[in-house]
Nanobody
Framework: QVQLVESGGGLVQAGGSLRLSCVVS????????MGWFRQAPGKEREFVAI???????VYADVVKGRFTISRDNAKNTVYLQMNSLKPEDTAVYFC????????????????WGQGTQVTVSS
């Protein structure tokens, strides 16, 4: 059984930073493309970033230059470093794993975590 467990969310002031982590178990992590998505109340799930098994990275325009996705295959973990946070970044953040080639489309991912809340106050 594949499990993804996120952590690192919380409450931060605008301009602050948080680092999210997502630990994967039940599957060979190095064979997975990983993505981060977010969902604000009343809105659809939104693509944030991808890191492929080959370390190719893609970012949504709204986070480019502020967020950094990375992975540590030895720890089965993907990270999302979030800097210069804005109130509009407030959402539940989810990590997701894709056995194929990851895309910006949430429906294409095979496995999901339960999410971690990020709240940015103004």
């Amino acid at each position: 059984q594949v499990q993804l467990v996120e952590s690192g969310g919380g409450l931060v002031q605008a301009g602050g930073s948080l680092r999210l982590s997502c630990v994967v178990s039940g599957r060979t992590f190095s064979e997975l493309d990983m993505g981060w998505f977010r969902q604000a109340p009343g809105k659809e799930r939104e693509f944030v970033a991808i890191i492929s098994r080959g370390n190719r990275v893609v970012y949504a325009d709204v986070v480019k230059g502020r967020f950094t996705i990375s992975r540590d295959n030895a720890k089965n973990t993907v990270y999302l470093q979030m800097n210069s946070l804005k109130p509009e970044d407030t959402a539940v953040y989810f990590c997701a794993a894709d056995r194929g080639i990851a895309t910006r489309t949430a429906a294409a991912y095979d496995y999901w975590g339960q999410g971690t809340q990020v709240t940015v106050s103004s």
